[in-house]
Nanobody, 127 residues
């Protein structure tokens, strides 16, 4: 069974940093892309950053220059380094992949449809 498990969230003051991790397991193939999404209360889930199987990265305009996505294929782990955090970055952060058997909503972003989600990790940035 495919699993995505996020960790690393927490509370931080504006200007601070956090690094999120997403450990994947159960895949019998390498997904074409893995992404980070976030959802703030009362808002729709939105794409934050993604990285393809060949290492190409994409970012939302709101996080360019502040967030960096990376992955360690040997550890089956995806990372999101978040620097210069702002209160508007407060949200639940999810990692997600395209999958044949979805476990949640389908969101098309930067060329891929993401439909398999982890449980999320909360990030709270105070001013």
């Amino acid at each position: 069974q495919v699993q995505l498990v996020e960790s690393g969230g927490g509370s931080v003051q504006a200007g601070g940093s956090l690094r999120l991790s997403c450990t994947t397991s159960g895949y019998t193939y390498r997904p074409p892309s893995v992404g980070w999404f976030r959802q703030a209360p009362g808002k729709e889930r939105e794409g934050v950053a993604a990285i393809t199987s060949d290492g190409r990265t994409s970012y939302a305009d709101s996080v360019k220059g502040r967030f960096t996505i990376s992955k360690d294929n040997a550890k089956n782990t995806l990372y999101l380094q978040m620097n210069s955090l702002k209160p508007e970055d407060t949200a639940m952060y999810y990692c997600a992949t395209p999958a044949f058997l979805p476990n949640g909503v389908s969101i098309w972003w930067k060329g891929y449809t993401y439909n398999y989600w982890g449980q999320g990790t909360q990030v709270t940035v105070s001013s």
